[in-house]
């Protein structure tokens, strides 16, 4: 299982995650092309409802930039959304976020 998860990039992991997030309801966005943005900013930001989840995608061996940490550790200190770093091996706990009601995060 663990090779299968290395093989996954994250572009594929994005695809993945976005596309389960947009059949469970939520508004997506992901920077096209972050060549002139900040460095760091996490790859995706959904909403539904009264939920903001601000997410950096990595595959199961990518690294986190210290950029990348400073916007979650950020994003993290505003009032309540919710920020994640998730890997394919997450693949549960992803889904089980993304299901959850409004009312239960």
């Known amino acids: 299982m663990t090779k299968l998860l290395n093989r996954i990039t994250e572009k594929q992991f994005l695809s993945q995650v976005d596309y389960l997030a947009k059949n469970t309801g939520w ?4 920077t096209w092309n972050s060549q002139h943005s900040a460095g760091g900013f996490p790859d995706l930001c959904m909403v539904r409802g009264n939920r903001l989840i601000f997410t950096e995608l990595k595959s199961e061996v990518g690294k986190v930039t210290p ?5 979650l550790c950020k994003l993290g200190q ?15 706990r992803i889904v089980e976020k993304l299901k959850e009601d409004s009312n239960e995060s």
Not at 67 to 71: A, D, T, V
């Open 67 to 71: 950029e990348q940490i400073n916007w």
């Open 27 to 30: 508004l997506t966005y992901h």
């Open 78 to 92: 505003t009032i309540k959304p919710e920020v994640y770093l998730w890997r394919p091996s997450d693949w549960d």
